[in-house]
Structures are given as structure tokens and as C-alpha cells.
């Protein structure tokens, strides 16, 4: 039987950079290009949230519209927009890649909502980056 769900869009500005210190500064560049450039750049991020839009946990209720838009406010937007995405405390030591980021906000959101409730997360970096992640729990891959 199919599955109906709702998935919402929203936007974020973000600056950051890709560097790990785990590596040498010659294998950051090598890795990572331009993209390791020390003053950074900016993206205009979107983010997909997906959501089922039935209760099939038979017990949660499904989340409305406004109290999406709140959480993702409150959790994603207010967090990241206008930010260095490398001052987070979540990427003190991870890099800012798309994948990272998507897991990250795959957990700040899971746990906000219902249980099941949550069933994708989207996000777009670049006019050809897209990265998604899929439960079904947290995945606790930041520290
Ligand atoms: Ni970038």
C-alpha cells in the first residue's frame, strides 16, 4: 500500500568552509579545492522536510503545518541562517560537508516531532549538490 506524505521547503544563508584538521594543509586543498579556501564562502541553502502526511503510528498525531514551520524556525532556521556554519558547536570537529549537514538536521528535527512523523530530509548546497537522509531514528553521527 502506498504512502502519502508532505514535504515543506525552506531556506537558509550559511557560510562555511571545508577543512578538517585531521589533515595537513596541502591535503585539506588537495581534498577539498577551493572549497578550503581560508575566508570562506556562502551558500543559500534549501531544505526539504518531509513528513507523512496520515498518522500511521495509530498513537502520534500529525504534526500541522504552522508547527512544522515553528520547529524548523526554531531549530534549523534561527540556528543556521546568517551563520559560519564552521562556529557551530556541532561542527567543531566535523567538516561542513552537505552530508554532514543533512544528518545534523535530520536529528535536530527528529526529535521534535511525533514519532514517525519525520520521514526525509533534504538539503541543496549548490546548483548540482543535493543530499538527503532518511531515518528511521537519530543517527547521533555528530558528536
Ligand atoms: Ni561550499
Redesign the pocket.
Known amino acids: 500500500m502506498g504512502r502519502t506524505s508532505m514535504t515543506r521547503r525552506y531556506r537558509f544563508c550559511a557560510a562555511?568552509r571545508?577543512h578538517t584538521h585531521h589533515l595537513s594543509e596541502e591535503e585539506n586543498w588537495a581534498v577539498f579545492g577551493k572549497?578550503n579556501n581560508p575566508n570562506g564562502?556562502g551558500?543559500n541553502y534549501v531544505v526539504f522536510v518531509t513528513v507523512s502526511a496520515v498518522d500511521e503510528g495509530g498513537s502520534s498525531s500529525v504534526v500541522s503545518l504552522d508547527e512544522l514551520d515553528r520547529i524548523v524556525a526554531d531549530r534549523i532556521i534561527t540556528r543556521f541562517d546568517h551563520h559560519d556554519l564552521n562556529l557551530d558547536p556541532e561542527f567543531v570537529s566535523k567538516t561542513t560537508t552537505g552530508e554532514n549537514l543533512v544528518l545534523l538536521i535530520w536529528d535536530l528535527l527528529v526529535t521534535q516531532l511525533p514519532a514517525g512523523q519525520l520521514r526525509k530530509v533534504g538539503v541543496i548546497?549548490?546548483r548540482d549538490n543535493y543530499f538527503e537522509y532518511s531515518g528511521p531514528a537519530p543517527v547521533g553521527a555528530h558528536s
Do not use: G, R
Open positions: 562555511h571545508l572549497c564562502h551558500h548546497e549548490t
